[in-house]
């Protein structure tokens, strides 16, 4: 038994639309797509068109008459609406509603989120099926999302939930950051540099400079690869003062 949400879609109308829900799914880990009388029919070849490559989805996605049939083997179902309804019912964000089930799922629960079709979304009939309404909180004067943008929303809450990627990190291809050693090694060299070439004309603010100098490198979080630039820079530069003969020219 999948830990997994299972999607459900209630009369969608358009392949295309089912389509971008399955390309949408698949982008979060979901597979397990459900259609309640879908308008134009099952198999759609507009919907596998609209998919992107989300055959999978596709493929699986079974059909029903029912959107009691749909539901029948969960155990919690989450219905998703932006209107008011009449009916006392426990309502949560897409974000507790990613908790949610992902507790129920280690519990060995079964769960389902009911989207409704485009035009109207879901009746109250199939909401009073739900335990659970999902509301996203979004602009007050205007909430209006189409069926992929929905799905989305749900999938990408609950993929995010269980989700361990960095928040920040530094892309560093085939190079490796560069070592604390090769880094001091670096600036030492630089200091050198700096100091022969007659760049600290006071010499009691050299090392307030020099801590300046570092942490600018520092917060560059160079690789091995760019220390290594920097240091074939120095050379370069070194070698153009020599041939010219004049530092303040290179200065300038």
Same mark, same amino acid.
């Given at each position: 038994?999948?830990?997994?949400?299972?999607? *459900?879609?209630?009369?969608? &109308?358009?392949?295309?639309?089912?389509?971008?829900?399955?390309?949408?799914?698949?982008?979060?880990?979901?597979?397990?797509?459900?259609?309640?009388?879908?308008?134009?029919? #099952?198999?759609?070849? +507009?919907?596998?068109?609209?998919?992107?490559?989300?055959?999978?989805?596709?493929?699986?996605?079974?059909?029903?008459?029912?959107?009691?049939?749909?539901? /029948?083997?969960?155990?919690?179902?989450?219905?998703?609406? @932006?209107?008011?309804?009449?009916?006392?019912? !426990?309502?949560?964000?897409?974000?507790?509603?990613?908790?949610?089930?992902?507790?129920?799922?280690? &519990? @060995?629960?079964?769960? @389902? *989120?009911?989207?409704?079709?485009?035009?109207?979304?879901?009746?109250?009939?199939?909401?009073?099926? %739900?335990?659970?309404?999902?509301?996203?909180?979004?602009?007050?004067?205007?909430? /209006?999302?189409?069926?992929?943008?929905?799905?989305?929303?749900?999938?990408?809450? #609950?993929?995010?939930?269980?989700?361990d990627t960095p928040e920040s990190f530094l892309e560093?291809?085939?190079?490796?950051?560069? +070592? &604390? @050693?090769?880094?001091?090694?670096?600036?030492?060299?630089?200091?050198?540099?700096?100091?022969?070439?007659?760049?600290?004309?006071?010499?009691?603010?050299?090392?307030?400079?020099?801590?300046? *100098?570092?942490?600018?490198?520092?917060?560059?979080?160079?690789?091995?690869?760019?220390?290594?630039?920097? !240091?074939?820079?120095?050379? %370069?530069?070194?070698?153009?003062?020599?041939? *010219?003969?004049?530092?303040?020219?290179?200065?300038?």
């Open positions: 038994m999948s830990d997994k949400p299972v999607i *459900i879609l209630v009369v969608p &109308q358009l392949g295309e639309n089912i389509g971008m829900v399955a390309r949408a799914m698949l982008n979060c880990g979901l597979t397990e797509l459900r259609l309640v009388n879908p308008r134009d029919g #099952w198999p759609s070849q +507009s919907a596998r068109d609209a998919s992107s490559g989300a055959i999978e989805v596709i493929e699986g996605a079974r059909l029903f008459e029912t959107t009691a049939e749909a539901v /029948s083997d969960l155990t919690y179902v989450y219905a998703t609406t @932006g209107r008011p309804r009449d009916m006392v019912a !426990h309502v949560v964000t897409p974000k507790k509603a990613a908790v949610e089930i992902h507790e129920k799922a280690a &519990q @060995g629960q079964t769960c @389902g *989120i009911l989207f409704g079709g485009e035009r109207s979304g879901l009746n109250n009939d199939d909401v009073a099926l %739900a335990d659970a309404i999902v509301n996203v909180p979004l602009n007050p004067d205007f909430k /209006s999302l189409n069926l992929a943008q929905a799905v989305l929303l749900l999938a990408y809450e #609950w993929y995010q939930h269980a989700d560093t291809n085939d190079s490796q950051p560069v +070592s &604390q @050693g090769e880094f001091n090694n670096f600036i030492s060299r630089l200091e050198k540099g700096l100091d022969q070439g007659g760049f600290f004309r006071s010499p009691d603010m050299k090392p307030v400079v020099m801590r300046n *100098i570092r942490n600018l490198f520092q917060r560059a979080q160079m690789t091995e690869q760019e220390t290594r630039t920097f !240091h074939g820079m120095m050379v %370069a530069l070194k070698r153009a003062g020599l041939e *010219i003969g004049d530092v303040d020219k290179l200065r300038d």
